[in-house]
């Protein structure tokens, strides 16, 4: 079973540009999240999809920020424009609609943006 | 949503047994606790997760208490591949099967030959 895949790895961009992140899930997972850590500090929750619906959007910085999920499938992440405080590892994880107890979420391995 | 305190780090030596510690106070009668594991350059990744009194699988235990305010991550005997930062997180896990989480800190564990 493949896993959560995230792309780009890396993106280097200058400021005021925008930028697009991808996330597939794994198959079948309905639930769908974003997290990111900016630089030095912790990870934080940035919204949670359950299919293409937004369930939870609540940790979005700003409108500069824009997430997608059309199908209920994969989910974009746009930054645009992209300002300097943006740059960080951009975490998508996913679980099962109906995890029982397991509450598992199983993450990418990130989407390193940088911005000049 | 409960906020966690753990240490911000722990050396050991391979072989040993490893207790991590997570403080959480203000846990709610619904919230779980997980421990994740992260590697430098990857996503956190699950190790175990428990409600109360102990939970145990082939990679690690989970104790919890009665009063569930703290728990501990044990890892038996370590090795260098171990050396990882872990984190603690206390959540609610809905019907929906998702919740969201807050990670804190997280623990970096070094573990040296």
């Known amino acids: 079973e493949a896993g959560v895949t995230q792309f780009p790895s890396h993106s280097v961009i200058e400021k005021g540009q925008t930028v697009t992140l991808r996330c597939d899930p794994i198959?079948?997972?309905?639930?769908l999240y974003w997290y990111r850590r900016v630089m030095g500090k912790e990870i934080k929750f940035l919204l949670h999809?359950?299919?293409?619906?937004?369930?939870?959007e609540s940790g979005m910085p700003n409108n500069r920020f824009l997430a997608e999920r059309t199908g209920g499938t994969y989910s974009t992440l746009k930054v645009q424009p992209a300002e300097l405080e943006d740059s960080g590892v951009y975490f998508c994880?996913?679980?099962?609609?109906?995890?029982?107890?397991?509450?598992?979420?199983?993450f990418g391995e990130g989407s390193r943006l940088t911005v000049l | 949503l409960a906020k966690t305190t753990q240490p911000i780090s722990m050396d050991s030596y391979e072989g040993q047994e490893v207790n991590i510690t997570c403080s959480h106070n203000?846990?709610?009668?619904?919230?779980?606790i997980t421990w994740y594991q992260q590697f430098p350059s990857q996503g956190p990744r699950f190790i175990i997760q428990g409600y109360k009194t102990k939970v145990t699988n082939e990679v690690a235990s989970l104790f919890i208490p009665a009063d569930r305010k703290s728990s501990t991550l044990s890892l038996p005997r370590v090795s260098l591949s171990d050396t990882a930062v872990y984190y603690c997180l206390v959540g609610d896990i809905g019907n929906t099967g998702g919740f969201k989480t807050i990670f804190g800190a997280g623990t970096r564990l070094f573990v040296k030959a």
């Open positions: 999809f359950v299919k293409e619906s937004k369930q939870d």
């Open positions: 994880a996913s679980s099962r609609l109906l995890a029982g107890r397991t509450g598992e979420l199983f």
């Open positions: 203000n846990i709610a009668t619904n919230d779980y």
């Open positions: 198959s079948g997972h309905d639930n």
